[in-house]
């Protein structure tokens, strides 16, 4: 039996002229969570449909995927049996209260009332929606909808869940409390693939992750090895143009990688010391030294451009 959740071999998705994925092909272990990262357009959401039966990919004989061990251009229903699903929008009935909403959808599972009340009063504790469980939807904040939804995709216990983007848009404690609850479920055993544009949430919560553009896979790892090996540890962040002025003749001759941007810089290296010896030349405010975190890695590898889907 295969040790991954999920295998993609060589998919592709075209809307008119417009290859939203293109030859794209990745796994995902068992148990763990995989993150799809990616600007706007990327695919990202489009590869997530297609491997819960929402789309269909481009026939091609060379392709394939297995989801739990079905394919979802003909066992679409046999995944979704065995999967939860949070879309990017909060599709939640606002005329229902927050129970009703959950139990409504577990009639879609075939859940009797037996067992459905006792697994979302479960749910409600986890997701901390207990007190809220006679509340209409239109009265709940928005990261109250988000963990709704959340409750939602795993009333039937799913070995697989689907996330797209599940914290856009929210305050920083409710996407941490989130991040809280998606740690529970892996540790429970669950698989968890999810797309985000929060580089955080990826490194926090992703033990692989690729990043897409255009459709194409650009990089996969582990997201603290892909940083650790593929970016200089440290970054000097210089807030304007006239600041990089300042310390651009001491650059010279050094091993610090700088990239220019239209209003700022952003000097790489190796040792904190060499970008020390330049925010020394600068005043308070000009400058701010960092390690290197993901977003660099994101931006290197996808550009800073903004493409026409953005």
């Not at 039966?53 to 003909?74: C, E, H, M, Q, W």
Request: net charge neutral; charged share 25%; proline share 3%.
């Amino acid at each position: 039996m295969s040790l991954n959740a999920i295998d993609v071999s060589n998919i592709f998705k075209s809307y008119d002229s417009l290859k939203a994925v293109d030859g794209l092909s990745f796994s995902v272990t068992a148990g763990s969570c995989f993150g799809l990262l990616g600007p706007n357009g990327a695919g990202k959401s489009t590869i997530m449909k297609i491997l819960y039966g929402k789309a269909s990919r481009d026939k091609n004989k060379d392709s394939a995927i297995n989801v739990l061990g079905f394919d979802p251009s003909t066992d679409e229903l046999s995944i979704k049996y065995l999967s939860g699903v949070v879309p990017q929008d909060n599709n939640l009935d606002e005329e229902l209260n927050v129970e009703q909403n959950l139990l409504v959808f577990s009639k879609f599972y075939g859940m009797a009332a037996s067992k459905a009340i006792p697994r979302i009063n479960e749910l409600l504790d986890l997701l901390e929606l207990n007190e809220k469980r006679r509340v209409r939807i239109k009265e709940l904040s928005g990261g109250m909808k988000r963990r709704l939804v959340i409750a939602r995709a795993l009333l039937n216990n799913p070995k697989l869940l689907f996330l797209d983007e599940p914290t856009t848009g929210l305050d920083p404690q409710v996407r941490h409390a989130i991040w809280d609850k998606l740690r529970f479920l892996k540790k429970q055993g669950m698989t968890i693939l999810i797309t985000t544009h929060y580089m955080e949430e990826a490194f926090q919560i992703c033990d692989q992750l690729a990043i897409l553009d255009k459709g194409k896979k650009v990089i996969e790892g582990n997201p603290q090895n892909l940083v650790n090996s593929m970016i200089e540890p440290y970054v000097l962040e210089i807030h304007s143009r006239s600041a990089y002025e300042k310390i651009k003749e001491f650059i010279t001759g050094k091993s610090i990688r700088v990239d220019l941007q239209e209003e700022n810089a952003l000097c790489y290296a190796q040792t904190a010391q060499e970008l020390q010896t330049l925010a020394a030349v600068l005043q308070a405010g000009e400058c701010f030294l960092r390690q290197a975190n993901l977003e660099d890695l994101f931006l290197r590898t996808t550009g800073r451009a903004l493409n026409e889907h953005q």
